[in-house]
Structures are given as C-alpha cells and as structure tokens.
C-alpha cells in the first residue's frame, strides 16, 4: 500500500514538473515537505484517477461483482465531488512539493483540464506496479476505503506514508510539532 502510495505521489510531481517552466525538479527542493492537510487533499484529488487505473487493470482478474470491478459509480458520486474540493488545495501542494510557481495560464485551466493530465500519469505508473495476482488483496482494500468518507481515506493513507518513513516517496510530510500542528 504504501509503495503504491508513493507511485500516486510520484505521479502527482510529475503534473508539478509540467507546470514548471524548469527542465527538472532541482535537488534542493526535494526537502520541500507538505503538511498533513496538503498531502491528504492532494491525495483525495487523485484518487478517482488512481481508483479507475487500479479497476481498468484489475478488472479482468476480479469476480464480476467485486467492489473495484463495479468502482465508477463510487467514483463519480463520491470521489469526483471530493477530489473537485479538494483541487485548488492540492495544486498548491504540487507548488509545494515541486519548488515551483504555476504559471497562471495553467492555474486557470482548473480541475478538468488538469487532473486527465495527472490521470495519464498515473495510469502509467500504477500498470507498472500491479500484478494480477495483487488483485484480490487491492480489491479488499478499496473495499474497506470505500466505507469510509473521502477525507478518512486519505488521512489514512497519509498517515500510512508518514509513519512507514519512506525516504523515497517524493512526497516529504512537514513534521507534526508536539503541540499536534
């Protein structure tokens, strides 16, 4: 779970790479870290994509009523909505992440020009990672994912990012004080 967490977060770097006018992401901003609030709307503003990469891979390999082989009903109700909310919060963690500033012309294309770009990245990254043989425990996971609301999902993915201390996960997380923020 969590390697495929970093995969989602690698892929939304990439949609900060584009929106960069820099050739690559330069080694000093790799520290840049989002807090816990950034790093959760980023992750429910791509979630619908990453839900339909991992349904469209896994479909063939699932029993025909699995909770992922009949996700985009899930998605589109209550995913997409979310992942509209969350967008303008999430862009501006992609600024974080990346070190970057977004040019306005790309900032003013908003939600559904954007995220088809992140979608695509995505999906390329994520076929990449499943085996047919992980499509049953994925299954099981969304399964338990889809009862909790959008904001719960991915507080706990983050959570499960933050404390597995994955030094490779493009996405650094500011560290919590003891004050809880």
């Known amino acids: 779970m969590v390697k495929m967490a970093r995969k989602f977060f690698a892929g939304a770097l990439a949609l900060s790479a584009l929106a960069s006018h820099q050739?690559?992401?330069?080694?000093?901003?790799?520290?840049?870290?989002?807090?816990v609030e950034q790093a959760e709307a980023l992750m429910i503003a791509v979630m619908p994509g990453i839900i339909r990469s991992v349904s469209d891979?896994?479909?063939?390999?699932?029993?025909?009523?699995?909770e992922l082989a009949t996700s985009s009903s899930h998605v589109d109700t209550v995913l997409v909505p979310a992942a509209r909310e969350a967008f303008p919060t999430a862009l501006d963690t992609f600024?974080?992440?990346?070190?970057?500033?977004?040019?306005a012309e790309l900032r003013s294309l908003g939600y559904d020009q954007l995220m088809p770009l992140l979608d695509g990245v995505l999906g390329q990254q994520i076929a990449g990672d499943i085996k047919p043989e992980s499509?049953?425990?994925?299954?099981r996971i969304y399964t338990s994912l889809k009862a909790m609301s959008p904001q719960q999902s991915a507080s706990l993915?983050?959570?499960?990012?933050?404390?597995?201390?994955?030094?490779?996960?493009?996405?650094?997380?500011?560290p919590i004080t003891a004050a809880g923020d």
């Open 23 to 35: 050739a690559a992401l330069a080694q000093d901003n790799a520290a840049s870290c989002a807090t």
């Open 57 to 66: 891979l896994c479909q063939p390999h699932l029993p025909a009523g699995a």
């Open 95 to 103: 600024m974080v992440i990346g070190g970057t500033e977004m040019p």
């Open 135 to 139: 499509c049953g425990s994925i299954n």
């Open 157 to 174: 993915i983050v959570a499960l990012v933050e404390i597995s201390g994955d030094k490779e996960s493009p996405l650094k997380i500011c």
